[in-house]
DNA sequence: GTATTGTATTTTGTATACAAAAATGTTTTA
DNA sequence: TAAAACATTTTTGTATACAAAATACAATAC
């Protein structure tokens, strides 16, 4: 039972993301190695290793001799980040079309059962559903690539939830389509059902962009 | 003018990368930090970065507190990183027919002039081309994720280049139809092509993948 | 008052140092 | 002889230490 991996870094790099990514910084701030290496009773070398993990998320940008800064994300890295969703798992809903197991079926539609006919959709419990469905697709469809890239953009997506908000009544059909075109076996039409639905996300996107900021 | 970074870490990194990817390591070696400090002449500190930003390319794995070790890759890996090829090239593709310039047209068509009616292929120089190309059409796409995500993606493509060859002569024509769709402004069928293109590279791996190795 | 230079302080990057864990080799035991 | 237990050596991970660069600040010149 191996628990403790003595991996400050690893465990900093955690918790700073969480930071992050729930705005405890300001967009553009300086961390300051030391500053956050007595905040978590640590000396500063674990931090190098954790600060290009998150760099390498797309997190934190570094700048040689003058530090990291957490990243301002704007609404082009937005779209960015949203073109290559579409991309990825449309892909991945194609090939987990073919893998997908009954139990798996059995699972998905379980996410959202509970909503289908329901008037008022209880919108943080749907969010829930919503991103466990698509997490599925990508683990489902076997490629490891696809979760390790996903990472990516997933971040910058995440923190920007509430702004690209679609009704679960818009979007619930559409996930039960996908779900549909997966027991089929339909790669083809799984990859065009889930690429359309990014695709309309974007569009809401595009159409808030106004209202966004970090 | 600032040329003197002073980082080691990206120095290091950059040779460490160069030597894997010119398999100048085992297939599995494990990288000693101590061993690998001397050899570059430096302390082990800036290696625990350049460690990571390989290990975020998938050349190395590290294990806590047992060490990195190079990756080695399976044809399973390879047909995960061309699908991801396939999906984000062709949304870059999507994107690059509408954004593409004059000039930008000019120099992808030089790419590749001298190849065209030629019997004679000089297979080196016709695999730079091919490369710049798809390069150049991810740049022209301005889909800055794309570039980054594709890092992780082409590492692992480009050491088996061999292996997934195919004749110029076949992949030619459809560089240039590409090319003429991007001309046209036309995205979908842009897209379309690139997709095909990597999927018929794709197939060909996969019938040669049994003499793949690392 | 503003711009510029020089000085002090902070902060980064890397080397050295040390403790804990893993790997190796040797002896002991069944 | 093979396996287990112990001791030794490597090797990793983190803390401390120091030099060089960047930032902040004050003093001077215009």
Redesign the interface.
């Known amino acids: 039972m191996e628990i403790q991996?003595?991996?400050l870094?690893?465990e900093i790099y955690k918790r700073l993301k969480n930071m992050i990514l729930s705005n405890e910084f300001e967009a553009g701030a300086k961390l300051k190695q030391e500053h956050i290496a007595t905040m978590f009773g640590v000396s500063r070398?674990p931090l190098?290793?954790a600060?290009?993990?998150l760099e390498?998320e797309?997190l934190i940008e570094g700048v040689?001799?003058h530090g990291y800064f957490v990243t301002k994300v704007d609404v082009d890295?937005l779209i960015?980040?949203f073109?290559?969703r579409?991309?990825?798992e449309?892909?991945a809903a194609r090939?987990a079309a073919q893998n997908i197991t009954k139990d798996e079926l059995v699972y998905l539609k379980s996410l959202f059962e509970k909503f289908i006919g329901s008037d008022e959709i209880n919108v943080p419990e749907y969010l829930e559903s919503d991103q466990e469905f698509h997490n599925m697709i990508m683990k489902v469809s076997g490629?490891?690539?696809?979760i390790?890239?996903e990472i990516?953009?997933n971040n910058t997506i995440r923190t920007f939830r509430g702004g690209l908000l679609r009704p679960p009544q818009e979007t619930l059909p559409e996930h039960l389509a996908i779900l549909a075109a997966l027991k089929n076996g339909d790669g083809e039409l799984a990859e065009k059902l889930v690429r359309e639905h990014t695709r309309k996300s974007m569009e809401t996107l595009k159409r808030n962009s106004k209202a966004i900021s970090r």
Do not use: T, V
């Open positions: 991996h003595q991996d870094s690893y070398m190098h290793r600060f290009q993990m390498n797309m040689p001799r890295q960015d980040a073109e290559c579409e991309a990825l449309g892909i090939r490629n490891k690539l696809i390790r890239l990516l953009g």
